[in-house]
């Protein structure tokens, strides 16, 4: 494309002599080129496109094109380009419609104008806009070749279904959502878990309370993560909403069971234009550090990652894969990172103190985790102490299996316990947090251990589990309440650690905090532990209502989101705030596809005591 005027990747909007080939295509009452990427469509991931004065809402990451109708349309639909997230062929769609001829004309000499006939504005169903009054010049970058890929067009505000996976390396867990015409993530249509990935016996699906058998099989077979979301799609078909799929689903497997073959891809391509996957993914890295698109790129990077952590991102690969294969090309499938919400750590709290070239040849570096439970805590916090979002200060405390705080600052996260992995931090259910590094060499060298021994160690057989002999929290309260003096000193531990983290990070935000928010398993389901972890923190401005306390269990099973549990005279708020991080990915792949917000966690905070 040489020098002249631009306008989706052509001359200027004076020089068209036919009618714009999307809008052509709205005029002939189909959708623009089905299957096929715009003529131009190179243009739209570097150049910003203008059409009446209108650019863009909001940036298209390549390769997702999007083109939209103009602001005069009333109906505005949007088009999205998507890709396979693994594979770079596909055959093109039956019955793709060609794109409308178009036909261009040298722009006039500066300081001329032409009009556009009134031939080809007569075929547009909405007044054509004015031309504008010369042609700017316009050097665009040189852009490479566009990749051989396939591609699908599909109306993201048509969207009324997400389907949100969790694949672990012996499990694949799924919710199903709805969403309305307006975006807004609705009730859940389906929920269930696969169990048993990868054993030599046969896994289990329990599918809304129903369990059944996967059959026994390997490499492809039953107890793999193909296998289960093919189960998986074959149980939800009724879910997807279509009669076709599923018509589709239960001519391929009448009996409904968890065998699956090819009914849940089918039922899956039924439902594509409104259908779309979310995939929690552990690590993003360094370089994805927001909710993204799966294309082949994103998923090398996620692949890359890998090695950041071993025991997640090789199962999420998996998942994504198996999704994939079920649910066939036309359905757009998005990752939603752990990591995402810490990307705006300042270097000073990202840093190691290594080597620099070391650090940044390895990525070793703070990355932080649970992004999806800190951001759906950061939608509601706002409104429920009555600041704006970009005003939120406050410390939120993870506490589950897998246990973390961070400080936000602005509402977003400014420091958190987890680092390059999962490991460091506060006491776990079987996870040791912080440790002297020299521990480790320590093993190594005197105990023999080797570097998976210790991994093994500090990951599975360390926290409450190594300290009181078992993960479970309830268990190890009611144990020192049974007097065993291991309990008691897990429960002071994990206590102790937590209480250092929470005033290192009031300290940081420098007697700023609007709130403390506890979150997830422990922090949701003990009082004993809140009270002990608030106790004797009034000069803080921290004071715990007892009664509150002790009734936020009855509060969160009443729907509500965020409950107050601090009396009068706290003047740190605290909050118990009932996650959904399901939720919370679904939200995320609605506000990517729809263009609204930037995923990662942002967005306008939801009411206080709604879902």
């Not at 150049?47 to 390549?62: E, I, K, L, M, W």
């Not at 919710?175 to 975006?183: E, N």
């Not at 090789?314 to 990752?335: F, Q, S, Y």
């Amino acid at each position: 494309m040489g020098a002249g005027c631009h306008v989706f990747g052509g001359p200027c909007k004076s020089c068209w002599s036919g009618p714009h080939p999307p809008f052509a295509a709205f005029a002939a009452g189909r959708p623009f080129a089905a299957g096929r990427p715009h003529p131009s469509s190179t243009a739209f991931s570097r150049v910003p496109t203008v059409h009446s004065g209108t650019a863009f809402p909001f940036p298209v990451p390549r390769p997702a094109h999007v083109v939209f109708s103009p602001p005069t349309l009333s109906f505005g639909l949007a088009y999205v380009r998507f890709v396979n997230p693994l594979t770079a062929s596909s055959a093109p769609l039956a019955q793709a419609a060609p794109p409308p001829t178009t036909h261009h004309r040298p722009c006039p000499p500066p300081g001329q104008r032409r009009s556009r006939p009134s031939a080809s504005a007569s075929l547009l169903p909405f007044p054509a806009p004015p031309p504008p009054p010369i042609c700017v010049p316009f050097h665009p970058p040189p852009l490479p070749p566009p990749p051989p890929l396939p591609c699908v067009w599909v109306m993201a505000s048509a969207l009324r279904r997400v389907l949100v996976l969790n694949a672990g390396s012996s499990s694949l867990k799924y919710r199903l959502f709805q969403v309305d015409a307006g975006g807004t993530v609705g009730g859940v249509l389906a929920t269930g878990a696969a169990t048993g990935i990868g054993d030599t016996a046969a896994g289990v699906l329990d599918a809304d309370g129903v369990t059944v058998p996967l059959p026994a099989g390997g490499g492809d077979g039953a107890n793999s993560h193909a296998a289960a979301l093919k189960a998986v799609m074959a149980r939800l078909a009724p879910a997807l909403g279509t009669p076709a799929a599923a018509a589709a689903a239960a001519a391929a497997d009448p009996g409904g069971g968890g065998g699956g073959g090819g009914g849940g891809a089918a039922a899956a391509a039924a439902f594509a234009p409104t259908l779309a996957v979310g995939h929690r993914v552990v690590h993003g890295g360094a370089h994805l550090t927001r909710a993204s698109v799966l294309t082949p790129a994103v998923t090398a990077a996620i692949r890359d990652a890998a090695a950041l952590a071993p025991l997640h991102n090789p199962a999420n690969l998996a998942g994504i894969a198996a999704a994939a294969a079920a649910t066939g090309e036309g359905v757009p499938h998005v990752a939603v990172f752990d990591t995402a919400f810490h990307a705006t750590l300042p270097a000073a709290a990202a840093t190691y103190a290594l080597p620099v070239d070391l650090a940044a040849a390895h990525g070793l570096r703070r990355y932080g985790f649970h992004g999806t439970s800190y951001a759906w805590a950061a939608r509601h916090l706002a409104a429920a102490v009555g600041v704006p979002r970009p005003a939120l200060n406050g410390v939120v405390l993870h506490l589950g299996a897998g246990a973390s705080a961070a400080a936000l600052r602005g509402g977003v996260s400014v420091d958190t316990s987890m680092g390059m992995t999962p490991g460091e931090g506060l006491i776990m259910a079987t996870r040791a947090g912080d440790i002297d590094a020299g521990v480790v060499t320590h093993l190594m060298r005197h105990v023999g251990m080797t570097a998976a021994d210790v991994d093994d160690l500090l990951t599975r057989r360390s926290g409450l589990a190594g300290l009181a002999g078992t993960p479970d929290m309830r268990a190890v309260l009611a144990a020192a309440d049974a007097g065993a003096p291991a309990a008691r000193l897990a429960v002071d531990a994990y206590v102790h650690r937590v209480r250092r983290y929470l005033g290192a990070y009031l300290l940081g935000l420098g007697g700023d905090a609007h709130v403390l928010a506890f979150t997830a398993g422990v922090g949701e389901g003990s009082p004993r532990i809140r009270a002990a972890v608030c106790a004797g923190l009034e000069r803080l401005g921290i004071v715990l209502d007892g009664d509150a306390n002790e009734a936020a269990a009855a509060a969160a099973a009443a729907g509500r989101v965020v409950t107050t549990i601090s009396g009068a005279a706290s003047r740190i708020r605290v909050v118990v705030v009932r996650t959904d991080e399901e939720r919370e990915i679904a939200m995320q792949v609605v506000e990517l596809l729809r263009g609204g917000v930037e995923g990662g966690g942002g967005g306008r905070p939801a009411a206080a005591a709604g879902g």
